[in-house]
């Protein structure tokens, strides 16, 4: 064997395909054995070659599992089972499939005896492997050599769906980079180096567009492993792409000043972003922002000009209520029964709370978590609510208390309570009179 060449082979396939060296040198044995068994072996034999990269020489060995009368079925056992089933099927190991993995079907040519193997190997254990020498041999036909080459591709892509595998399931919920290689209808196929990555559709942000050898950052939402090989799904609508993209962009969020609470995204329309800093001094929505708006420059760019609203989160349910609802400026935000929040607006501030089609507010409620109704006096005397979902409602309630403050009950509670006063004053009126006479 020409060593040198054999070596620089190793070499490139490991580096080719990332797989350590040592890999390469299992996975050649593991043909050469195979080769070996084809051509000098019999079917249930379990051979292993060493071999020595060095000397370019291969050691060959039979491999026999070590057993004793009780871990073996007996004939009537094995009759009894024929007699039940009609498809015993054998496992490499001896045991029968369907069957309690207790006992096994003992083979001369994979299992020997304790008693048997002790005068071999005098400390050896029920369990464990004795290897027997096999004699070396150079000589492999076309059959064992074309039984070498298929287990040694087998083998590589197996190593490698493992190495690639481990390399990204360890990087999920990471953010890629990756570059278009192909454009079909219900994804995209990115290259994120040595692998595949799928961007589906439904993980796509809406009005993006996709042109090959487009490099683009992904969100490494799961690895899948499949009968073809590892699935990796990405995402570039998923709301963590937002949290990872200022993280590379933040150093204060690296260190632990700045915090990200809670985020809320609508992809490729707006995001909202709550954040809080750890450090007394340290403005954490200056810290998102960047001198001159240089750091949310950067991640709004990359999500093609989405929209992103930074707002501060606040331990106070109402005063984070109201700082969500920015650019809106808010009067007042009442909490009230099961986690609804009455919030009070001016006239001018409407639409901005709102926003388009309900998108403010209904963000503004993802991110606190709060169902946020909207209420705002117009110049007719009535209260225009807004919910979650962008609807409006309007109701005809009373506005000014006796105290000239907002007073948001209905009108026609207000006016049951007082025909309920009328109804009190005028029977006490009536009995008054008859006392009196």
Known sequence: MDLKAFSRAVTQIAEEKAIPQEKIIEVVEASIAAAYKKEYGKKGQIIKAEFDSKSGEAVFWQIKIVVDQDMIYSEEELEELRSRREDLKETESGHIEGEEQKKIVFNPDKHILIDEAKQIVPGIEVGQDLKLPLPSQIDFGRIAAQTAKQVLLQKIKEVERDAVMSRFQTREGEIVSGVVQRIESRAIILDIGRAYALLPKEEQVPGEFYRPDQRIKVYLLKVEDSPKGPTI???????????KLFELEVPEIGNGQVKIMSIAREAGYRTKIAVSSSIEGVDPIGAMVGQRGTRIAVVINELGGEKIDVVEHSEDNEK???????????IEVRAMPKNVALVIVPKDQLSLAIGKGGQNVRLAAKLTGWKIDIKVVNEDGEVIEVNAQGEIIKKDLTLVDDAGELELENKSETEEESLEENNKEKIKGESEEQIAE
């Open 320 to 330: 984070f209520i109201a700082n969500a609802l920015s650019p809106a400026k808010v």
């Open 233 to 243: 799904i990405v995402s570039r609508a998923h709301p963590r792409l937002i949290t």
